[in-house]
């Protein structure tokens, strides 16, 4: 039996409770209600469609298998357009199936990527900066915005830390996959005798709330400081004691923004600090995802990585899912949606057999 035969109850089900939404969206008249049923109606009905789809191509099938058995001069055409049900249905059903597994609540949310350079001293710091433009380049690429928030570089290309906002439709529910340790094999610019060197850096992706959410932040918890910005100077560094640093006293998270005026530091501060205690709070909720994050940024240490870029080989390999790539210097020009779109679909694949063995 398929993915969808297995799961057609669940299916069902979905179908049974849009019609009930329906029905009911036809009869109250509370506001509140009316909106949480829109919602949810909202929700379910690219599932139904998908479903409908299903239905409509099934039924395409059988009618051209009735015809197949009659034979006549029209035989060849009919096994030509059976042939192509036989193969575009499969793909249907695998697409209500991806609507049914689980999602993220903060899948379309924008995102704040963090990068820290790891063990390896300056090679690391220069990985960790070419991690930056590549995500850069990647959010360019599908037309995302991307703002730097806090950078401390080395002044030769390298970066210490950085912090970046990425705005944009389903920014967090593709970059998520990028949270962990990064490792680089290469050779230095540095190294004489032309010895691989392998670094690494930390990269975390926390999503930004969307909308109204429940983030009480009191100005009494709050210390907030002006410095003048630090770094190894350029463009992004200026003179004035312009530079905003939050700290919320009762989690001892803190935050820097300094490539802004004093104002829009501020501001930018308040929503970084949102965001962390925002994620804060949906690692509470959920334990186990409390547990894979922190498994897989770790110490930033070589050994601990999720994926590998290796220069000499030109090769990229994603050790979660065993994907290695032959095509590094596209990678690193923001090429990711070959890498992405296998961990997203890994991703879609457990989750479906996690509904499976609810059944």
């Excluded at 925002?278 to 240490?301: P, T, V, W």
Aim: no cysteine; charged share 30%.
């Amino acid at each position: 039996m398929s993915d969808y035969g297995r799961l057609e109850r669940r299916l069902d089900q979905a179908v049974d409770r849009f019609e009930r939404i329906e029905a009911r969206l036809g009869a109250v008249t509370d506001g509140a209600e009316i909106v949480k049923l829109g919602q949810e109606h909202a929700e379910l009905k690219p599932l139904i469609e998908a479903i409908a789809a299903v239905k409509a191509k099934r039924q395409e099938f059988a009618e051209l298998e009735e015809m197949a058995k009659e034979g006549g001069d029209l035989a060849a055409v009919v096994a030509e357009e059976l042939n192509g049900v036989r193969q575009e249905l499969p793909q249907l059903e695998r697409q209500a199936l991806l609507l049914l597994a689980p999602k993220d609540k903060d899948e379309s949310a924008s995102a704040v990527l963090e990068i820290r350079a790891g063990t390896g001293g300056e090679e690391a710091a220069l990985f960790a900066g070419d991690l930056l433009r590549m995500y850069q380049r990647y959010a360019s690429r599908r037309g995302w915005r991307f703002e730097l928030e806090d950078i401390s570089d080395t002044g030769i290309g390298g970066v210490k830390e950085a912090v970046a906002s990425v705005t944009g439709k389903g920014v967090f529910g593709r970059l998520r996959f990028e949270s962990g340790v990064h490792r680089v094999q290469r050779v230095p610019q540095t190294e004489a005798g032309g010895r691989i060197h392998t670094s690494a850096a930390t990269v975390a992706v926390l999503p930004q709330p969307e909308g109204d959410v429940d983030i009480v932040i009191d100005d009494k918890d709050l210390r907030i400081d002006t410095m003048r910005s630090s770094g190894a100077g350029g463009q992004h560094v200026n003179k004035t004691d312009s530079a905003v640093r939050i700290t919320h006293l009762p989690t001892g998270i803190v935050v820097l923004s300094q490539l802004k005026s004093q104002h829009q530091n501020r501001a930018q501060g308040m929503m970084m600090l949102k965001t962390k205690l925002y994620d804060r709070e949906r690692e509470m909720r959920d334990a186990a995802r409390s547990a894979e994050r922190k498994g897989q940024i770790g110490s930033g240490d070589r050994s601990e990585r999720i994926r590998t870029y290796n220069f000499p080989q030109g090769r990229v390999t994603d050790h979660r899912i065993n994907l290695t790539l032959y095509n590094l210097p596209e990678v690193i020009e923001g090429a990711l949606d070959p890498i992405l779109d296998a961990l997203a679909a890994e991703d879609q694949a457990q989750k479906l057999a996690a509904l499976e063995s609810e059944e």
